[in-house]
């Protein structure tokens, strides 16, 4: 791939003196566009370039359209950069719905490879007129132009566009609407069609109100697996460069775009991530709404996204050696996937016993060598033997050798508090190095969760877990959470740990509520424009199970889910609020992972000392509700002082 240097731009205020200190006026060039034109006076296709005339000519009564249904444009190479300070625009007669959701691009590629929306018309123009529209942009375009929606034939009666000569700067672009502008243009234009090829191209995204921007070269492809059939399609990117897109924590070059199609609230899964950061599980994708563009075309309002694999501030796991494998090599780490598409992949198995299929995310497809694969296949038939052995309850040698039930237990909780039908059709779990455990998560893919599957509608008139009700399950995932059911330390745990988060107001209707509001104030301006290019809001698709006729009505579909949900999760765990002393030994827990060990429960005078197992004391500190602290490997003795709990001793090993 061709490097483009990735440039980012960040500014405060931003002043505009130099636009208004030159004279704007009408300017001229060389028309471009599509050559295969629409005439009208014949109602054939002519390739006769006086057609394009029509779109500059000044007669509002020709019309320039294209013969190719979408795709078509019409602009101008004005012979060098231009600041563009006003855009006017007039409809074909009787046909002034087809500029909607229009785009206006300047570029300085002739293939406008590189190009970036100067304005997209949100309201449809008025006939037999011009509407003029101002252009707050200080970058200078040599080629601009007019493309027309999906299925318009880029109809347009006139077009003028104003401006001064001058490359201008960085420091003001168009942001669509209050949400982040994703732009992708493909090297010439090609649709993104087919899910597993990778067309080049360029990326740009533009946010805090027009005053940043990252560009980069990019490869990008279809993704997903039902959410591709979807008219709206999901997209991967992979950047050249590691980059933070919109401040999120990692620093990476895989991007997705979540097409959230049949989710009309277009936030599902960033309600569910909300959830999952309250519950402490260690990694959860991180993700934003954004507009996108695809070569000029206006594609709705998608999530950005990570994309889940073993990176830094992603699945945080040791990468083994690819080329030399050697026994320490195998033990980890690895990120897989209990996944019904994994017979689609290229490395995956089905495991012995329960045939699960699994798909080995980590090591990478190009990656990983044939002793890793039978190991993690080997390995995750141990935990399935484990499990459905007489003696699974064992504590050393039982299936808590190979489960770690406290992100399982937290990733069960987030896909039964949203009622996702989903949770157990794609589930990702890790393994660290040197370590026997398989840990859950993170959580992925809330599209028909918070009430939007019809085969489990309404969920919560059902007295069964939605894992169980629901046959939206990989093969054989069922039994393995039936089974650990089946154990009643682990349904006490699973007990204590929901109503830990409960009484700390980490699970809490009115927070989610107020989450809920909070996510639909800052996507309404953008949904309008989604479901004006997918006008699917009057119909059911996807999994949808009633149709609620507007934006607001969706929202409070979910937000009546929430509240219902919780009293259901609190009656089927027989939750009770907390009052007056607790008894310490179900109400502080300990557990570690990644060298940390963590405490819960604690009261607010409680006090913590640390020692190894040479006797010294290496920590001694005052700890209110949650502790957390880092410890190098080995054996460690926990007392817990508390006055109002009592005082309990722990033994911990940190690997």
């Not at 409809?91 to 500029?99: E, L, S």
């Not at 827990?589 to 006797?615: C, F, K, P």
């Not at 920590?619 to 190098?632: G, V």
Request: hydrophobic share 35%; proline share 3%; glycine share 6%.
């Amino acid at each position: 791939m061709t490097k483009l240097i990735t440039s980012i731009f960040l500014l405060g205020l931003i002043f505009t003196p130099a636009i208004s200190q030159n004279t704007s006026t009408k300017l001229t060039g060389t028309i471009i566009g599509t050559t295969n034109y629409y005439d009208y006076s014949n109602n054939t296709c002519s390739t006769s370039a006086s057609l394009s005339n029509y779109a500059f000519d000044g007669n509002l009564t020709n019309s320039f359209a294209t013969c190719d249904v979408s795709g078509g444009w019409v602009g101008y190479d004005l012979g060098e950069p231009t600041i563009i300070t006003k855009i006017s625009y007039c409809p074909r007669t009787g046909q002034a719905a087809r500029m909607l959701l229009g785009v206006f691009e300047g570029a300085n590629k002739p293939d406008f490879g590189d190009a970036i929306p100067l304005f997209m018309i949100q309201i449809t123009p008025t006939q037999g007129i011009l509407t003029p529209q101002t252009i707050n942009c200080s970058k200078g375009f040599r080629y601009i132009r007019y493309i027309g929606p999906t299925t318009a034939k880029c109809n347009v009666a006139e077009i003028e566009f104003y401006g001064y000569k001058g490359i201008g700067d960085n420091s003001l672009f168009q942001q669509i609407t209050n949400l982040p502008t994703v732009i992708i243009h493909t090297k010439n234009a090609q649709d993104i069609v087919i899910k597993d090829l990778y067309l080049k191209g360029i990326v740009s995204v533009i946010s805090d109100n027009g005053t940043k921007i990252i560009t980069d070269s990019l490869d990008v492809k279809g993704r997903g697996n039902a959410s591709w059939e979807f008219p709206k399609k999901p997209y991967r990117m992979k950047l050249y460069n590691k980059v933070s897109l919109l401040g999120l924590p990692a620093k990476e070059k895989s991007w997705t775009l979540i097409n959230n199609y049949g989710d009309k609230t277009l936030m599902r899964n960033l309600l569910a991530f909300d959830l999952s950061k309250k519950l402490d599980i260690l990694y959860t994708p991180a993700g934003k709404p954004v507009d996108v563009f695809l070569n000029g075309e206006y594609k709705g309002t998608y999530q950005l996204c990570d994309q889940v694999e073993v990176a830094t501030g992603r699945v945080e796991v040791d990468k083994m050696a690819i080329t030399t494998v050697t026994l320490p090599d195998l033990t980890g780490g690895y990120l897989l996937e209990m996944d019904a598409y994994a017979n689609e992949e290229i490395s995956w198995f089905s495991s012995a016993m329960k045939q699960v299929p699994v798909t080995i995310k980590y090591p990478k497809d190009d990656e990983i060598v044939s002793a890793q694969s039978a190991y993690i296949k080997s390995h995750f038939e141990k935990m399935e033997t484990a499990l459905f052995a007489s003696n699974y309850l064992d504590q050393t040698n039982g299936y808590k050798k190979y489960i770690d039930i406290e992100t399982f237990i937290r990733h069960f909780l987030v896909g039964e508090i949203t009622g996702n039908t989903d949770t157990y059709w794609s589930t990702y779990m890790y393994k660290k190095k040197n370590d026997d455990k398989f840990y859950f998560g993170p959580v992925w893919d809330f599209d028909i969760a918070f009430e939007n599957d019809y085969r489990t509608f309404p969920i919560n008139n059902n007295v069964n877990w939605i894992y169980a009700s629901s046959g939206s399950a990989a093969n054989g995932v069922k039994d393995i959470v039936n089974r650990l059911f089946t154990d009643p330390i682990f349904m006490s745990r699973l007990k204590t740990i929901y109503a830990s988060y409960r009484n700390g107001g980490k699970i809490n209707a009115n927070d989610m509520l107020q989450v809920t509001d909070d996510y639909a104030a800052q996507i309404d301006q953008s949904q309008k424009l989604n479901f004006t290019r997918w006008d699917i809001m009057n119909t059911k698709v996807h999994m949808n199970p009633q149709v609620y006729g507007s934006y607001s009505a969706e929202v409070t579909n979910v937000k009546n889910y929430i509240k219902n949900r919780i009293t259901w999760m609190d009656n089927k765990l027989s939750y009770t609020p907390s009052t007056g002393i607790k008894n310490l030994e179900s109400t502080i827990y300990l557990w570690n992972d990644r060298n940390v060990m963590h405490i819960e429960g604690l009261s607010d005078n409680a006090t913590i000392q640390i020692i190894d197992m040479a006797g010294r004391k290496i920590f001694s500190e005052k700890a209110t509700i949650r502790f957390e602290k880092a410890l190098n490997q080995g054996v460690y003795v926990i007392h817990i002082a508390d006055k109002v709990y009592g005082n309990k001793v722990f033994r911990s090993i940190i690997q």
